[in-house]
């Protein structure tokens, strides 16, 4: 009987073992997956703050860039901020006259400019009509081609035609004092542009003698002056200096080239002239 029961009893720790060592098996993979994918998330968490580190750092270099750009383009002003500082820094007063000086300047030299090219004839084209009327209608209607004909040369034409029945000499004589009369028309304003160009300089250097006078006040008042105290004036000086030596060369450019168009619009009307009484005399126009 005691034989069974230690048979007995030896069978169930058997068993009781082995259902141990099974059920401990599927515990160890259950911690084995739940170590392995605790470490799965551990570097997902890491290579996530590790990219958003990344992206901060990428953010904040931008940012950087962005501001030092800013920084060049606040330190580096356009011409207009430019000229508005150093015309401020010269002293309005002195400033203001050589600014007007320029305008004024520049509208009579563009007037002028405007003037010039509406007076520009193709005399040779004008010459010819001019003949045919003259061969198909007579002096009538040579005179009609020159009154719809804009120009000075036309002008002139008009007049010798006007004259042509009273001898080839008076028609010259007409020619010749109606062209003094458009070339006075031609250069009108010349003389005020000239008085620009001379005028803005002695501006320029009205506010250099001012600003080295204020200069030597203060070295007067104090005595011994800081650098810095004396800056400005001598700064002002300079400033409207070049702004009237700018102003009179800008305004010489205007004038030459003025002066250039008119001396080929005189002699335009010199050779004209020329070939008007020409061709009076080729249609036996005069006596």
């Known amino acids: 009987m005691k034989k069974v029961f230690t048979l007995i009893a030896v069978t169930g720790l058997l068993s009781f073992g082995t259902v141990n060592i099974a059920t401990a098996q ?20 890491e290579e996530a703050e590790a990219k958003a580190k990344a ?37 309005p007063m002195f400033m203001s006259f050589v600014l007007i000086a320029l305008i004024l300047g520049l509208a009579l030299c563009i007037e002028r400019i405007i003037y010039l090219n509406l007076a520009t004839t193709n005399t040779k084209k004008l010459l010819e009509s001019i003949e045919a009327a003259l061969a198909s209608g007579g002096v009538e209607e040579a005179k009609e081609v020159c009154r719809n004909t804009r120009g000075p040369v036309a002008s002139i034409f008009y007049q010798g035609l006007e004259r042509s029945s009273e001898g080839v000499e008076m028609v010259e ?31 320029g250097f009205m506010g250099t003698v001012i600003g080295m006078i204020d200069t030597f006040n203060v070295i007067e008042t104090k005595g011994e002056a800081e650098p810095a105290e004396l800056a400005g004036g001598i700064k002002v000086a300079l400033l409207t200096t070049v702004s009237g030596l700018i102003v009179a060369m800008i305004l010489q450019v205007f004038y030459n080239y003025i002066v250039s168009k008119i001396d080929g619009l005189v002699n335009q009307m010199e050779d004209a002239s020329i070939s008007m009484v020409d061709i009076l005399l080729k249609h036996e126009m005069t006596k």
């Open 55 to 91: 992206d901060e750092e990428a953010a904040l270099a931008k940012a950087e860039a962005d501001s030092k750009s800013v920084e060049l383009v606040q330190e580096e002003p356009d011409i207009s901020q430019t000229i508005k500082k150093y015309f401020i820094d010269g002293g």
């Open 173 to 203: 004589k007409s020619i010749i004092a109606y062209g003094g009369v458009q070339m006075g028309l031609l250069e009108k304003g010349l003389s005020w542009i000239g008085l620009f160009i001379a005028l803005a300089p002695m501006l």
């Open 26 to 45: 599927p515990t160890d993979s259950v911690a084995v997956a739940a170590d392995s994918v605790a470490l799965d998330s551990i570097a997902q968490v």
